[in-house]
């Protein structure tokens, strides 16, 4: 069974620059699609951005898009998720999800494993 551990959460002022990393434990990280989910307290988890198995192909979310980048690296088993200009409403705990399969997609259940998350959390 994977094991996804983040890193690279913390405190920001709004406007700043933050980079999440998701280190992947087993052999067959390269064999799948990665992603990038949020959540804040009372709603749903939501889609950030995603990335094909061998990161030819992204997605995103329309309130990232433009300010947030998702990159892989397959040799070191990490996925990463790049945030400039953040916003107060950017503020959640950040997941990172392994997909069901190669290409990216923006619906949960389309990932089968996730990490514990990590706090971002942008001040105004």
């Known amino acids: 069974q994977v094991q996804l551990i983040e890193s690279g959460g913390g405190l920001v002022q709004a406007g700043g620059s933050l980079r999440l990393s998701c280190a992947a434990s087993?052999?067959?990280?390269?064999?799948?699609?990665m992603g990038w989910f949020r959540q804040t307290p009372g709603k749903e988890r939501e889609f950030v951005a995603a990335?094909?198995?061998?990161?030819?192909?992204?997605v995103y979310a329309a309130s990232v898009k433009g300010r947030f980048t998702i990159s892989r690296d397959n040799a070191k088993n990490t996925v990463y998720l790049q945030m400039n200009s953040l916003k107060p409403e950017d503020t959640a705990v950040y997941y990172c999800a392994r997909g069901r399969k190669a290409v990216p997609d923006s619906h949960p259940g389309t990932f089968g494993s996730w990490g514990q998350g990590t706090q971002v959390t942008v001040s105004s």
């Open positions: 990335i094909s198995w061998n990161g030819r192909s992204t």
């Open positions: 087993g052999r067959t990280f390269s064999n799948y699609a």
